[in-house]
């Protein structure tokens, strides 16, 4: 929900400013920090769920944000832009479908707790 509460916050700055200020919304993906070990801890960690990112690459994504040619949307790796652009552009109820396909495939490979935040998805899930 933050990620995209930031979204929102770039685009209705680019509503309210127009053309006075150029705004990038940078989309990392997944890295591995120590971010993520209360998430891992809980049951939910995304290792093994989504391929990781280099940092490097996020950094030379926020570079090119804020130094380079102006650009709306700016995913941090060419596999990112792809997925961001095949998201934007197919239908909701496909997105679902591919989404809750993969989640299951999770459920399966046993990557959510037995215990933990997910429990319940999980057990929703394997039920079906």
């Given amino acids: 929900m933050s990620k995209r509460g930031l979204v929102s916050y770039s685009d209705a700055l680019r509503l309210e400013h127009g053309d006075e200020i ?62 961001y652009f095949l998201a934007r552009r197919s239908p909701r109820r496909l997105l679902d479908r591919i989404t809750l396909r993969a989640v299951r495939r999770l459920v399966r490979r046993g990557s959510f707790a037995a215990g933990g935040l997910a429990h319940d998805l999980a057990t929703r899930l394997s039920a079906r």
């Fill in 22 to 83: 150029g705004v990038t919304t940078v989309y990392p993906g997944y890295i591995r920090t120590g971010i993520h070990d209360a998430a891992k801890d809980s049951g939910v960690g995304l290792e093994g769920a989504i391929p990781a990112e280099r940092v490097e690459d996020a950094a030379r994504a926020l570079a090119r944000a804020a130094l380079g040619r102006p650009v709306r949307d700016l995913a941090t790796t060419r596999a990112g832009t792809i997925q």
